[in-house]
């Protein structure tokens, strides 16, 4: 397949379901993170969806077809819900492929994470944003989360369930992430996952790299992937794949070897184009990112919303790009973080700041 075959087919693809589904089951959560989306706090919201409500949402997803989109339940910590695993077996019965992002705090037993493998959830999630005890509890904000990360790390691969890890990069962890790739190696991930901040939520206190940092960082990663069987990704940072794909023709590699790799195969996917966000009272979203709502599960079929709400479509449509983003010749494989933009500009389709390149 070209790669202009490869990204008609993904626009195909994703305009009739997204790959990825992240359903925030709840805002509580035991952690204080500074830079936490979710703006958790400690008790659970009086409207979150109900079990039923769930169980109705996860019937929904379904009706995306075959084959299932990935499902992550994640939070504030999915763990504060007592419905987790009744959700997540009903969710697996019905032919959904899901994973969990929990928190590392004391709920996060080895008992728990051997349920999540009788289950049958495909992969849990980590985060690491410091390579010390010290740097990582001051950033989660609370004393003793780099141990029970580190246990529970221990205990997941011990259990057998693949492990990703998540990384935030702001200016507060930029000189950190070569130490905390030291550390995510002892690991045994399948995937270390480097999130670039997007000013939402808690994340607003912290503050961003500039665009020659994060070029910088990108072309590191890419070295890095290199020497590492893990996959190394970017969440709104879509174009580490312009990096990378420049790197990939530059070394001889073939459009169909690159198709192949996991950067390729990603190809096209950002905010709202293979990707919903559902928040814990049932808003739906292009992501948790990106503060606009396209409806609420409690009165739209999410497949609907996806599928043909203004926003979600618009989203899709890279013509509607602005500014350098929407000249550029990677634009259909990268696109910019539509987050960013927002954040920055207040309209969606606005340019990713933290993109360097000229086209
Ligand atoms: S200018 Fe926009 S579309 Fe082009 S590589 Fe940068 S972020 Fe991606």
């Given at each position: 397949m070209s790669l202009e075959e490869k990204l008609i087919h993904n626009r195909f693809v994703f305009s009739r379901k997204p790959v990825m589904?992240?359903?925030?089951?709840?805002?509580?959560?035991?952690?204080?993170?500074?830079?936490?989306?979710a703006e958790a706090i400690p008790d659970r919201h009086p409207l979150e969806l109900t079990t039923d409500e769930g169980k109705k949402l996860l019937s929904q997803l379904r009706e995306f077809g075959d084959p299932s989109p990935h499902l992550v339940m994640t939070g504030g910590d999915a763990l504060k819900r007592p419905d987790l695993f009744e959700l997540i077996e009903y969710g697996v019965s019905i032919g959904l492929k899901i994973s969990v992002a929990p928190s590392a705090t004391n709920h996060l037993t080895p008992d728990v994470i051997k349920r999540f493998k009788d289950l049958g959830v495909?992969?849990?999630?980590?985060?690491?944003?410091?390579?010390?005890?010290?740097?990582?509890?001051?950033?989660r904000g609370v004393d003793g989360v780099y141990d029970m990360t580190i246990r529970a790390a221990e205990e997941i691969k011990?259990?057998?369930?693949?492990?990703?890890?998540?990384?935030?990069?702001?200016?507060?962890?930029?000189?950190?992430?070569?130490?905390?790739?030291?550390?995510?190696?002892?690991?045994?991930?399948?995937?270390?996952?480097?999130?670039?901040?997007?000013?939402?939520?808690?994340?607003k206190v912290l503050?961003?790299?500039?665009?020659?940092?994060?070029?910088n960082l990108l072309i590191w990663l890419y070295e890095k992937s290199k020497e590492v069987k893990f996959a190394i990704a970017t969440t709104?940072?879509?174009?580490?794949?312009?990096?990378?794909?420049?790197?990939?023709?530059?070394?001889?590699?073939?459009?169909?070897?690159i198709l192949k790799t996991p950067i390729g195969r990603g190809f096209g996917i950002r905010d709202g184009n293979g990707v919903m966000f559902i928040s814990h009272i049932g808003d739906i979203y292009p992501s948790g990112f990106l503060p606009i709502t396209a409806g609420n599960v409690r009165k739209d079929h999410p497949v609907e919303v996806y599928r043909n709400s203004k926003i979600f479509r618009r989203l899709r449509d890279y013509?509607?790009?602005?500014?350098?983003?929407?000249?550029?010749?990677?634009?259909?494989?990268?696109?910019?973080?539509?987050?960013?933009?927002?954040?920055?500009?207040?309209d969606p389709f606005e340019s990713d700041p933290l993109c360097e390149y000229e086209p």
């Amino acid at each position: 397949m070209s790669l202009e075959e490869k990204l008609i087919h993904n626009r195909f693809v994703f305009s009739r379901k997204p790959v990825m589904i992240y359903w925030e089951m709840t805002q509580a959560c035991d952690l204080a993170c500074k830079h936490c989306r979710a703006e958790a706090i400690p008790d659970r919201h009086p409207l979150e969806l109900t079990t039923d409500e769930g169980k109705k949402l996860l019937s929904q997803l379904r009706e995306f077809g075959d084959p299932s989109p990935h499902l992550v339940m994640t939070g504030g910590d999915a763990l504060k819900r007592p419905d987790l695993f009744e959700l997540i077996e009903y969710g697996v019965s019905i032919g959904l492929k899901i994973s969990v992002a929990p928190s590392a705090t004391n709920h996060l037993t080895p008992d728990v994470i051997k349920r999540f493998k009788d289950l049958g959830v495909l992969s849990l999630s980590l985060s690491l944003d410091g390579s010390t005890k010290e740097k990582h509890d001051e950033f989660r904000g609370v004393d003793g989360v780099y141990d029970m990360t580190i246990r529970a790390a221990e205990e997941i691969k011990k259990a057998g369930i693949p492990l990703q890890v998540n990384t935030l990069v702001s200016k507060e962890t930029y000189d950190d992430i070569p130490a905390i790739f030291e550390v995510v190696k002892d690991f045994a991930v399948v995937r270390w996952s480097l999130f670039f901040l997007i000013q939402v939520g808690r994340g607003k206190v912290l503050n961003q790299i500039t665009p020659e940092e994060a070029e910088n960082l990108l072309i590191w990663l890419y070295e890095k992937s290199k020497e590492v069987k893990f996959a190394i990704a970017t969440t709104e940072a879509p174009h580490y794949r312009r990096v990378a794909f420049e790197r990939m023709i530059k070394s001889g590699m073939s459009i169909e070897e690159i198709l192949k790799t996991p950067i390729g195969r990603g190809f096209g996917i950002r905010d709202g184009n293979g990707v919903m966000f559902i928040s814990h009272i049932g808003d739906i979203y292009p992501s948790g990112f990106l503060p606009i709502t396209a409806g609420n599960v409690r009165k739209d079929h999410p497949v609907e919303v996806y599928r043909n709400s203004k926003i979600f479509r618009r989203l899709r449509d890279y013509n509607e790009l602005k500014g350098k983003c929407g000249r550029c010749e990677y634009r259909a494989i990268c696109g910019g973080a539509r987050s960013r933009a927002f954040a920055a500009t207040g309209d969606p389709f606005e340019s990713d700041p933290l993109c360097e390149y000229e086209p």
